[in-house]
């Protein structure tokens, strides 16, 4: 989406931006914008809208997420004040084990491998999470919210450029059903074609018909399980049937006068994106200037600080002790500070020991190859007219997942296995029933006890970086929040090397290559952040969404709502 013309420019910035007096929606693409907006404005609420939106994404972004998938869904409820994680988040097969990913010699399988096969196939959460959320929380039948979603399966969609690219750059990640409906005849389709989804349509059907049962006891359960163990995978119907979603109290810190609610492990995210904006806070990032050398630089130390210790401590804490108290021990933080020292890339930089400062028992730490791909996932939030907020992040992990489609169901199977150690002995190696580390940071800030703002990123580990950028642009920089999501972002996880978005300052770009940091020969999209600002004077929204998508926003006020007889 490079070099577009202004008015271009302009016609996206108002379909990627709104305000809404009492509602908003903000998703990657305008169909789930709208379906979900439907939902609000039939008198649906927050969870509802969500729920019907999981359902259109598989539609539109197949590559990103769907029903084969997982997510972690953020619900915070107006009335209570209470925030809730619904966590679903895959879980290995009872088949499973620690050497899952290496070869018979003790090799590591390279991903490219290990990612497209039956074995890399987690379990898959986000409707039991969904369908949990909706039995606490909404007010709207299951049957009805999909019912959208199956009127633009069966009618078609027109492709966008996203899709578009991800078959172009992820074609090899396809298996033979997924390509055959990709690229009929060899060929992929382009932008503007009207993509049907019958098989999709009536899977739907099926789940509108018996509920989510279908997906993990019925025929869909059965047709999944065909497909896996045609691709190597040993998941049974037994895994099916005994999955459980959870619901998890969130991660909650403070960034100076903010409270930071985000997910909990086994999503690293939340703890990862609090303690980068821990080691940040002393320093006062709002003395510097937005585009300055010494913000960007000490961005990338605490996000090399943060990661070093999220790749070493955090797992599945149903199967660990992790020590977060001591991740977070102000201490621990202070230790960590003293790493950034302004004058160069501070190569001692490691993970640290939190272990002094909690009681949990020490685990050992196994050194992990990094040749993962950057996977890719969607992030959407929803406020109803009565405050409630649901934030989700979901995905099949890389784009097209494992590329396993399945056969007369018609939506493609994660491969979030590969987010466990592919070299066993850590807190995060393979097991049954596991959940491996996740980056997923569906958050909302909060002032003075009252929901500020919300919001989530795809993009893998730079999922953390997106998200903590953007709150430091809006709490810190005071940006416009559409701003603020557009002001060019970095990554840099643990080694030399800086990722980077086309518009960073070049003369701090080069000051922090005289200090020893390496970037990326060429710039690419960082995340794509979804979030809503709200008024905390009248409860108004305003929403924006992330260009480097076909993002949308909507927003309602009392005079949307239809009339109730």
Not at 14 to 36: D, F, L, N, S
Not at 308 to 318: R, Y
Request: charged share 25%; proline share 5%.
């Amino acid at each position: 989406m490079e070099n577009i013309d202004e008015k271009t420019k302009q016609e996206n910035y108002k379909r990627e931006t709104a305000i809404g007096k009492a509602g908003m929606v903000v998703t990657a693409h305008p169909v789930a914008t709208q379906i979900g907006e439907q939902v609000l404005r039939e008198g649906g609420n927050a969870v509802d809208a969500a729920v019907a939106i999981q359902f259109a994404l598989n539609i539109v972004e197949p590559m990103m997420t769907g029903i084969g998938g997982s997510g972690f869904l953020m619900v915070y409820d107006a009335k209570s004040k209470k925030t809730e994680i619904f966590d679903g988040h895959v879980r290995a097969p009872k088949a499973a084990y620690p050497e899952l990913f290496q070869d018979e010699n003790g090799e590591v399988i390279p991903f490219k491998e290990r990612s497209i096969k039956g074995t890399a196939v987690g379990i898959p959460g986000i409707l039991k999470a969904m369908d949990e959320a909706l039995d606490a929380h909404g007010s709207k039948p299951l049957a009805d919210l999909i019912e959208p979603s199956i009127e633009f399966a069966e009618n078609g969609v027109p492709v966008n450029w996203v899709l578009c690219d991800a078959l172009k750059n992820f074609e090899y990640r396809l298996g033979e059903e997924a390509r055959n409906f990709f690229m009929p005849e060899g060929k992929a389709y382009q932008v503007g074609d009207i993509l049907v989804k019958e098989k999709l349509a009536n899977t739907y059907r099926i789940l509108q018909r018996e509920g989510v049962s279908a997906f993990y006891e019925g025929e869909i359960a059965e047709g999944i399980i065909s497909c896996i163990k045609e691709q190597g995978g040993f998941m049974e119907m037994s895994d099916l049937k005994d999955y459980k979603a959870t619901v998890d109290e969130p991660m909650v810190g403070t960034y100076k006068d903010y409270k930071v609610v985000s997910s909990m492990a086994p999503s690293a995210g939340g703890f990862t994106v609090i303690q980068i904006l821990k080691i940040l806070e002393s320093f006062h990032l709002e003395q510097y200037d937005v585009h300055s050398w010494e913000k960007y630089y000490l961005i990338a130390e605490a996000m090399r600080l943060a990661f070093t210790d999220k790749k070493a401590f955090l797992a599945d804490p149903e199967f660990a002790e992790l020590p977060l108290k001591g991740l977070m021990h102000d201490d621990y933080i202070a230790e960590r500070r003293k790493f950034i020292n302004f004058k160069t890339r501070n190569n001692a930089i490691d993970f640290g020991n939190p272990w002094k400062y909690d009681s949990v028992k020490q685990r050992a730490v196994i050194p992990q190859p990094n040749d993962e791909e950057r996977s890719e996932t969607t992030h959407f939030t929803v406020r109803d007219r009565w405050g409630n907020i649901a934030a989700c992040t979901s995905t099949v992990e890389h784009p097209f997942g494992s590329g396993i489609m399945v056969s007369d169901y018609g939506f493609m199977l994660n491969n979030e296995l590969t987010d466990f150690d592919s070299v066993p002995g850590g807190m995060n190696e393979v097991q049954p029933n596991k959940r491996p580390v996740s980056c997923k940071s569906p958050t909302i800030i909060f002032k003075d006890d009252q929901p500020i703002l919300t919001l989530g990123s795809p993009g893998g580990p730079t999922i953390i970086s997106s998200v903590v950028q953007t709150i430091i642009n809006v709490l810190d920089f005071n940006m416009d929040l559409k701003a603020a999501i557009e002001e060019p972002r970095i990554f840099t996880p643990m080694g030399p090397h800086i990722e980077w978005e086309a518009g960073i300052d070049m003369n701090s770009k080069g000051h922090l290559e005289g200090m020893g940091f390496v970037f990326n020969e060429v710039p690419h999209s960082i995340g794509n952040v979804q979030a809503i600002q709200i008024n905390p004077l009248d409860g108004s929204n305003y929403g924006a969404a992330d260009s480097s998508r076909e993002g949308c926003a909507m927003g309602l006020d009392e005079t949307d709502y239809q009339m109730k007889s």
